[in-house]
């Protein structure tokens, strides 16, 4: 039996709420996304629990739906960083030669302008979709899964045990496989997380800046910016999907320390 | 005999130039060669056959890729970076003004934020496990997953509009004294240090951990010597090199973190120039903004690797 | 008799410990342990890992490392109760009244500051001198260390100077102050063996000539008895005796001292020669990417069910012999010959028969098995790889090798973690042992072990050599072990083998310069022995 700390158990209820919530939102929204149903601006009431937004719609119904959109966009952003980096991450480690050495000074390439910057650059040309955001995202988060299980696979390939069984005579796989994957796994889990948290702070503040999902979509960055000029006025709807995005991040980060903590202990770990 | 260092130094300079001019190829291969047609991005569907003749022409989107990216390069070595599409000034004049407001406010947040990470780090370090260094973790864990934006918006709300203590968006121009610009970017300055203090705070802290467990540091314990004097005499020296890479990383940090505060904040600066003209998709400004952020942020890596191949006694002293 | 420089009492000390899977609590690592220390007099401390020696050690500095605490007992030095001083009193008489050895020289320097800076810094905080004169004082401890160039090494940074001599430039750096009190933290074992011997000797004169008192950890009795006067033996944190120098090794009263002294005691009578199963024929070999071979021409060969022990110090070129046999890389020149066959120079296209008949087992069990990995697992994959044994038959012949091994039931669903240093290495054995080799090449196996279990490790490989009539290619940088089990010997130095032969050819005169070097200087369990070295190769340099 696995012990659970309070504070990750608490970022796994969390972060489990968050999901159900995004699945199914189409249950669980009150009122259609882009119904406008009330004032602008109404204040929390029974019908509207967080009131209403800056053209009258019911602003609970928007950070719902706003969260399918989020989590759904980061989370495919994060299977397409993961899958690609860690897949050319373990061929350079494995293959080396001049594999390695392309795909790293590629990657060095790209890590040396900040992500944002870069994907501003690239969606100044490209047609502004959700496709496009989670390839963009996707890609230039690789670079970091990259980095991290190259590392993590160098780190194995060097051990005895899987000199021992190279002159055993195994074949990659086995040694890929049974060797080095169980071995690399659960650093990878708790970067998956971290990722997870990278990329959904990266589509919150690409649509914030206007150049992420763009309307009639919603997302939770994009609510922020539809809210933002309230404000001034002391109307603190932008503020709601602000937490939102805090408090998923810092459940997902809790869950991700304690698999990392894990991690090290095992790795540290030694019998009588 | 060129001493060791020298020629570390300039090979890590060398190095720095060679990455600049790739990231150069990458910006213009990435607004330029892309699957699309540019003109077409520019204008929209809608868009006349003559219109997009004309705006290939202007773009001399007709010439080879090769030849447009050497015409590109050689301007922004000589200083031109060409005309801006939607408005027709001069990109190098609109930008020098905006990128000297932009400085003007990382500045002041690195001044704030670098000697505060520094000296938290160091009470975190001090009392490693105990509730200072608790507390100040948890802090850490609760900014580092919050985006720039909802720390600038929660700032904005609770300072600007609930207490009314500092003006909500900061608007600054040239005929202002030093103290009203100072008042106008008090709060974009206090979200840029909330969000890059976190990252270096923890980085420094690691950073003097790792030297204070060294066993030299065990040794000057054992010689019976003060705590200061270890700290200052034995420690410091070791942890120069980790704190200056994680400074300048951090104010690499600061650069991304500019951008979303200035929109924030309505700021005049370079970051707010960049987002306007990548939604007007006005591509010479979005490159020539691409290239000045590259460079500061390699330019600001090159520093930190310099400074920590001085700060190595084995390479300051070869054998 | 006059008061002890430092005496010890009832000493009892404890450490929190944070397992993953459980929640912290205390652990004693010392318990009630007593000793006294004369002025002059040299007290070493010995036992095996975790018997709690350095934590002894640290004590009489009234210091504990990580979360330990001195928790019991009284510890005096120079008549003062300094368990339980405040942090000034500890300041003010560590550095000045008692002083410390590290074991690694090359850790414990500073890397930003010259060695004199360091070596004589507790003598000017402690106001003992001025810098002139402790400077002076400096110089005097380097010229009596031996050190090269006594006037200038001071200006040196740590890294410009080799590792036994920062191991002097420590030692200078505990006498400056003149203590009354050093704390030796195993000295000399990070050190190369040939390097060891001197090292000790300008210790030990070092001692003698300052009179200081000393406490000398070790993990090896046959150096301790060469510097010590007292020796007191320690286990899991308790005495097991205490002793002048000569009973102790004479005639010791407990069994686990016997077993100490009489460990590498194992008597191997040496094979005849025979028919070789394994050649090496003129091995020249070089890393790809450098201008210099690690070895070259190396003819050696092994018979069936013999040991071939090659024997060098560190930079030899012996474990690159293990991978060029091995197929990890190929040599420039030369060939190998295994059971009648030539092997091919690259590992990926050896047939599973050479793969098989030819195992390894490594130095470090803790890397050599995948943690993930059941013991069950770790010894069965060579009997599924190589004879497709599955299932039932597979476990069967898995407890079969365990019961082998001497581990017996209940192990075969653990895992490697949960396995004792000793125990790790005896699945490495099963593992090898499961492919039915022919030979199997033994890298450092002993080394990173406690003597005693390094004993049972060496006596079980003898035993299953002799149950299947495998033959070994043993690594090794220890002659004590060599002498235990070896048929042949090779000596290895800078990549050339220097002297090569049965073992009563190598081990007798006439000797080659490194062949005598290496020999006098391993450590022997009796009195004197480090005089006898010294002045023979004090002799022998004079002769040349």
Not at chain 2, 60 to 76: E, Q, S, T
Not at chain 3, 56 to 84: D, F, K, P, Q, W
Not at chain 3, 248 to 277: F, G, M, N, Q, W
């Amino acid at each position: 039996m696995i012990r659970i700390p309070p504070s990750a158990l608490l970022g796994l209820v969390m972060t489990g709420a968050f999901f159900f919530v995004a699945i199914f939102a189409d249950f669980i929204a009150p009122y259609p996304l882009a119904a406008v149903v009330g004032g602008v601006w109404d204040p929390s009431s029974s019908e509207h629990w967080l009131g209403t937004d800056s053209i009258g719609r019911d602003l609970m119904s928007r950070m719902i739906y706003g969260g399918q959109t989020t989590i759904k966009i980061a989370t495919l952003a994060t299977i397409v960083s993961f899958g690609l980096g860690s897949v050319l991450g373990f061929t350079a480690a494995t293959v080396g030669g001049w594999v390695d050495q392309a795909l790293s000074r590629f990657v060095d390439l790209l890590m040396s302008i900040p992500s944002l910057i870069l994907a501003l650059v690239v969606l100044s040309v490209m047609s502004v979709n959700e496709l496009t955001l989670i390839l963009v995202m996707g890609l230039l988060d690789a670079t970091r899964v990259f980095r991290l299980s190259r590392a993590v696979a160098v780190d194995i390939t060097v051990m005895d045990y899987v000199e021992a069984a190279r002159l055993r005579g195994e074949g990659t796989g086995w040694i890929i496989f049974r060797e080095i994957l169980p071995n690399a796994l659960s650093p990878l889990v708790a970067e998956l997380g971290l990722r997870f948290i990278f990329a959904v702070l990266f589509i919150s503040t690409l649509s914030f800046l206007g150049l992420g999902v763009q309307p009639p979509g919603a997302d939770w960055g994009g609510i922020v910016k539809e809210n933002s000029a309230g404000l001034v006025y002391g109307i603190p709807a932008a503020l709601a999907p602000a937490v939102a995005i805090a408090v998923l991040a810092i459940s997902v980060n809790l869950v991700a320390d304690w698999v990392l903590n894990r991690t090290t202990s095992l790795k540290g770990g030694r019998g009588a | 005999m060129v001493h060791p260092i020298i020629r570390l130094v300039v090979q890590r300079i060398a190095l720095g130039l060679l990455l600049l001019l790739a990231v150069s190829i990458l910006i213009f291969g990435g607004t330029q060669l892309l699957p699309g047609d540019v003109a077409q991005a520019i204008l929209g569907q809608s868009a006349t056959q003559q219109a997009l003749a004309n705006l290939r022409e202007q773009m001399g989107l007709n010439d080879p890729a090769l030849v447009r990216y050497w015409n590109w390069l050689w301007g922004i070595l000589h200083g031109d970076l060409g005309t801006a599409l939607t408005n027709g000034h001069d990109i190098a004049t609109d930008l020098g003004k905006r990128f000297a407001n932009t400085l003007f406010l990382a500045f002041w947040a690195a001044a704030i934020s670098v000697p505060l990470a520094i000296i938290l780090g160091l009470v975190a370090a001090r009392y490693a496990g105990r509730w200072p260094d608790k507390l100040i973790s948890g802090i850490t864990l609760a900014t580092i997953s919050l985006p720039e934006f909802v720390v600038g918006y929660i700032a904005m709300y609770l300072l600007a509009v609930k207490f009314r203590l500092l003006p909500s968006v900061s608007m600054i121009f040239d005929g202002m004294t030093l103290g009203a610009k100072l008042h106008a970017i008090m709060l974009p300055v206090l979200v840029l240090v909330l969000v890059v203090l976190a990252h270096m705070m923890r980085m420094t802290r690691a950073a003097i951990l790792n030297v204070m467990q060294s066993a030299y540091v065990e040794t000057a314990e054992l010689k019976g010597i003060s705590p200061g004097r270890v700290i200052w005499r034995h420690a410091l020296p070791n942890a120069i090199a980790p704190v200056v890479n994680v400074v300048m990383l951090n104010l690499a940090y600061l650069v991304v973190g500019v951008v979303v505060v200035e929109v924030v904040f309505v700021y005049p600066g370079m970051g707010q120039y960049l987002v306007d003209h990548v939604a007007k998709r006005d591509l010479p400004v979005v490159q020539a903004c691409g290239m000045v952020f590259a460079a500061v942020y390699i330019g600001l890596n090159i520093l930190a690797d310099v400074i920590s191949i001085l700060a190595n006694p084995r390479l300051r002293h070869p054998k | 008799m006059p008061d002890p420089i430092l005496s010890i009492r009832n000493l009892k000390i404890e450490a929190t410990v944070y397992p993953p899977d459980a929640p912290p609590h205390d652990v004693v690592i010392v318990d009630g342990v007593s000793l006294d220390l004369q002025k002059g007099k040299v007290l070493g401390l010995i036992g095996e890992s975790g018997a709690g020696k350095s934590t002894i050690g640290l004590s009489a500095m009234s210091y504990g490392r990580g979360g330990v605490r001195l928790t019991g007992g009284e510890v005096m030095l120079n008549g003062r109760e300094i368990r339980l001083a405040n942090a000034k009193a500890l300041r003010s008489l560590r550095g000045r009244e008692v002083t410390y050895v590290a074991q690694s020289a090359a850790a414990a320097f500073n890397p930003a500051l010259t060695l004199m800076d360091q070596v004589v810094e507790a003598t000017l905080r402690h106001g003992l001198a001025t810098r002139s004169e402790a400077e002076a004082r400096a110089v005097k401890l380097f010229r009596k260390l031996g050190l090269p160039d006594p006037d200038n090494i001071g200006k040196r940074y740590p890294h410009q100077v080799s590792g036994g001599q920062l191991q002097r430039v420590m030692t200078a750096m505990a006498l400056c102050p003149e203590p009354s009190l050093v704390v030796f933290d195993e000295p000399t074992t990070a050190l190369d063996v040939t390097t060891q011997i001197d090292v000790l000797a300008a210790i030990k004169e070092a001692i003698h000539d300052t009179g200081v008192a000393a406490l000398y950890i070790t993990h090896d009795l046959a150096v301790v008895a060469q510097v010590s006067d007292d020796i007191m033996v320690l286990r899991n944190g308790k005495t097991v005796e205490t002793g002048v120098v000569r009973q102790i090794i004479d005639d010791p009263h407990e069994d686990y001292t016997r077993a100490l002294v009489s460990v590498r005691s194992i008597d191997h009578e040496e094979k005849a020669k025979a028919e070789p199963v394994l050649r090496v024929d003129g091995v020249t070999a070089r890393y790809s990417g450098t201008s210099f071979d690690v070895l070259s021409d190396i003819n050696v060969d092994l018979a069936p069910g013999q040991t071939l022990a090659v024997v060098g110090e560190s930079g030899s070129g012996k474990s690159t012999l293990a991978r060029v046999i091995t197929g990890l890389l190929p040599p420039r020149a030369g060939s190998i010959h295994f059971n009648g066959r030539d092997l091919t120079p690259d590992l990926k296209s050896r047939t599973k028969t050479d793969l098989r008949e030819l195992q390894m087992i490594y130095q470090m069990a803790d890397v050599a098995m995948n943690p993930r990995q059941t013991v069950g697992t770790i010894i069965g994959r060579p009997l599924e790889f190589y004879f497709g044994l599955r299932g039932e038959a597979k476990r069967k012949r898995v407890q079969e090798l365990l019961d082998q091994i001497e581990m017996g039931k209940g192990y075969i669903d653990r895992y490697p973690a949960e396995l004792s240093g000793g125990q790790k290495q005896r699945v490495c054995i099963a593992r090898a042992l499961a492919a039915k080799p022919r030979l199997i090449i033994c890298d450092e196996v002993t080394s990173a072990l406690d003597p005693l279990v390094a004993d049972g490790i060496l006596r079980l490989l003898l035993e299953l050599q002799a149950q299947e009539n495998v033959a070994y290619l043993f690594i090794t940088h220890d002659l004590a072990t060599v002498k235990a089990i070896a048929d042949s010997i090779a000596v290895m130095f800078k990549g050339k083998v220097v002297r090569y032969g049965s073992k009563s050819e190598v081990l007798a005169p006439p000797f080659d310069d490194y062949t005598d070097l290496l020999l006098s200087s391993v450590p022997e369990m009796r009195l004197g022995w480090l005089e006898e070295a010294i002045a023979g190769r004090r002799m022998a340099s004079a002769g040349n």
